[in-house]
């Protein structure tokens, strides 16, 4: 067990650094959406809002893990996650604590973090990566009880967008835990399968959906090849359109949520 937690250390260490990352992008997120109990807000209130997220991605992770690593494992990945956490969470914080500081009451907030996370999301059932009204209702609470740490309860707009902080990391920490463990395909070979599944020339893009960036907007749109359009019924495309205009909605709060995040520069040239 001991060697295979020490293998894992990368990935604890890249799932530490994207909680943290996330989390602190997320309280940009939520003081964008009422700024003007940011201007109010003290220190202490923002660190709870900090500290909710942390809670949501202790949860997202655990959810997560058990699709990836055996059941006997998880209890003890999850501990040397937590570790990480703190030490992670303490190099950054090591400038404003000084050399001299007690960091024991960080490891002691984030012990609290996670059995507070546990007693809030434990009790819905969902799968992270499928969409259902149980974890919307999850998310929700989190958008809840970030809005009362702004003092903003009932405000929407810091709600749903909690929310969509929340949804939006979940592809990012399974495909952490696919890489790490040698459960994606090289693309190379992904390339080489399509070259076989349909000869050059025979694929034709009959969707798409772009999201672009023009200064702090974000815009998504998408479109239908022209043939494929002419050959729809009028029902059909008005069903078409309403999926796509779902579709678009979530890829475009997903994809504004993180597209001004440091810590994501990949999604800084203006497309996706």
């Avoid at 999850?78 to 000084?98: I, W």
């Amino acid at each position: 067990m001991a060697t295979s937690q020490l293998s894992r250390t990368p990935l604890l260490r890249q799932l530490a650094d994207l909680m943290l990352a996330v989390s602190g992008e997320s309280v940009s997120v939520i003081k964008r959406g009422a700024p003007d109990q940011a201007m109010a807000l003290k220190k202490q209130q923002e660190w709870k809002i900090y500290l909710e997220f942390l809670k949501i991605l202790f949860n997202l992770v655990d959810r997560l893990a058990s699709f990836h690593l055996p059941i006997q494992e998880r209890p003890q990945f999850m501990d040397s996650l937590e570790d990480t956490v703190v030490q992670r969470l303490r190099d950054v914080l090591a400038p404003t604590l000084g050399p001299d500081a007690d960091s024991m009451e960080l490891t002691l907030s984030i012990g609290t973090t996670v059995a507070e996370s546990r007693q809030t999301y434990e009790r819905f059932t969902f799968v992270p990566t499928e969409a259902s009204k149980t974890r919307d209702d999850c998310f929700r609470l989190l958008g809840e009880r970030v809005a009362q740490c702004l003092k903003a309860a009932g405000n929407e707009i810091v709600i749903s967008s909690a929310a969509v902080c929340a949804s939006a990391v979940i592809p990012a920490i399974d495909a952490l835990f696919k890489d790490a463990l040698g459960e994606r395909r090289d693309a190379a070979a992904e390339e080489q399968d399509a070259f076989h599944r349909a000869p050059t020339g025979n694929e034709i893009k009959l969707v798409s959906v772009m999201s672009s960036v023009d200064g702090e907007e974000v815009e998504t749109r998408w479109g239908l090849h022209p043939r494929f359009r002419q050959d729809l019924k009028p029902e059909e495309t008005q069903e078409i359109a309403k999926l796509m205009n779902r579709v678009t909605r979530i890829v475009g709060e997903r994809y504004a949520a993180v597209a001004f995040s440091p810590d994501w520069t990949s999604w800084h040239h203006g497309h996706a």
